[in-house]
């Protein structure tokens, strides 16, 4: 029996007609009328399914400081609505962040990465081959750094900290501006670990004025609040503020991009400020500490600034690679100088052509510095980095430049509203007459009175410092400001660990 078949012919609309076997056949009008409607259907279940593939949940996010990074419009920050105040203080388990800070930041595809619990002793005496020729010390290394801790670092812990803050110049009343300081800065710490030059952020809510105007650099604030932890004898394994320096040091390490045998911490807007401010804080956290576990994260920092450096000009500037300028030149070196001061490697051949670049910029032999080109007139801010500069490259105090370049900055005196100024100034002054005599009074007296003066009193800027003007302080807003103020405050005792008269003397290997 043959099977139903469509028949061709006509009949009524609508009209269901039989062919010459029996089968039965629809009319030209069903086809139209069943055809726009499956189109239509599938039309529209075609659109659903493509609005379902285009709707996707973004994932959660923890900190809205990650859109910040994502889009960091101008517009967008000023909008930026603050977030909840009820974020808890970060609680970190202090020891075991610190032991596995080099497995958080690990990619997906192989890196060649020292994982700080393979090492026998501090990274000095891991062989960096593609760095170049290795300086740092090598005997007997752990008993050295522990000498390191008894002698040069003691400055910062309590008992030598108050002695040596009497007899440097400081006061009750720097010292309690100091404390007021650190708890500001606490307060503004974010739930992850890190600050933001947009101090509104957390639990602030809004309440202090004057956040950074910079697009975010996260790993440049962090290491900004950082060190005025560390100046005060504050780290992940002592002190009353331990917890926090935990998960800001925790912070720096998960940020930074490890390739080979380096660590980047170089931001798109912070740039090699970032890096270089975020490496002290390392090379820092591991001279005062011995945490193994901060060892090869701080020498792989210093890495990075010896493959950053200009290989034509010796200086840094914003780009990795790019003829340098005074002021990212001495963040570079600050770093390298504490890497030294920790005993890790820090290649001759670096501070060799850094010196060629202060050779650069420099007027009148060496007396004033420039910015990237020797100045028809002296400028305070980079003539006070350059001479800090050349003090740790070796020159002695008898240099006849250095005298020069000493006698016109005491001459210039302190700026009321210049902290960048100021606080490459007051260590060098501190650093050429050793916290004593005449002229380091006068200068001390002035700026540590202005700075206790400017400190803010009340509500929830309490213990802070913004002055309008001045290099950086509209960009790195109150919490800049405050870092800065802080660290000024610490002279007396901060920077005899690494920077200090003996520590200037133990010059960089040329």
Known sequence: ??????????????????????ARR???????????????????????LLALGLWVTPPELLNPLTQLLIVPTAREQERLEAMPADIPEPQLDTDE????????????????????????TAAPQVQW??????????????????GLQGNALEGRGAGARAALARSGGGTP?????????????????????????????????GRCPDPGLAAPSLNAATALALLPFLGAGQTHMEGEYQKTVGAGIYFLVRSMQVVGQQGSLYEPHGTMYSHGL???ALCEAYAMTEDRALAAPAQMALNFIVSAQDPVGGGWRYEPRTPGDTSVLGWQLMALKSGHMAYLDVPSRTIQKSARFLDSVQEKGGAFYGYLEPGRKPRFGTTAVGLLCRMYLGWKQDHEALQRGVEWITKHGPATNDFYGNYY???????????????????????????VRTQAQDSHTAGSWYVPGGQGNEAGGRLYCTAMATMMLEVYYRHLPIYGKQATEDEFPL
């Not at 600050?195 to 809510?205: F, K, S, T």
């Not at 650093?431 to 202005?450: D, F, I, M, S």
């Open 1 to 22: 029996m043959a099977g139903p078949r469509w028949a061709a012919g006509g009949g009524r609309p609508g009209q269901i007609v039989r062919g010459a076997a029996g």
């Open 97 to 120: 962040a610190t032991r596995q800070l080099l497995v958080a930041n690990q990619a997906s595809e192989p890196r060649d990465l020292l994982l700080a619990d393979d090492l026998e």
């Open 26 to 48: 629809p009319p030209l009008s069903w086809w139209i009328r069943e055809g726009l409607s499956f189109l239509v259907s599938l039309g529209l279940h075609l659109g659903l």
């Open 173 to 205: 009343g720097s010292e309690q501006a100091v404390a007021r300081a650190l708890q500001w800065l606490k307060d503004h710490q974010n739930s992850n670990g890190s600050w933001c030059l947009d101090h509104r952020l957390g639990r602030c809510q």
């Open 129 to 146: 081959s593609d760095i170049g020729e290795l300086t740092a010390p090598r005997s007997e290394l752990l008993a050295t750094v522990g």
């Open 425 to 451: 100034a007051m260590q060098l002054m501190f650093q050429y007459t050793g916290g004593e005599g005449p002229v380091w009074e006068k200068w001390n007296t002035a700026l540590r009175e202005e700075l």
């Open 278 to 280: 975020a490496s002290i």
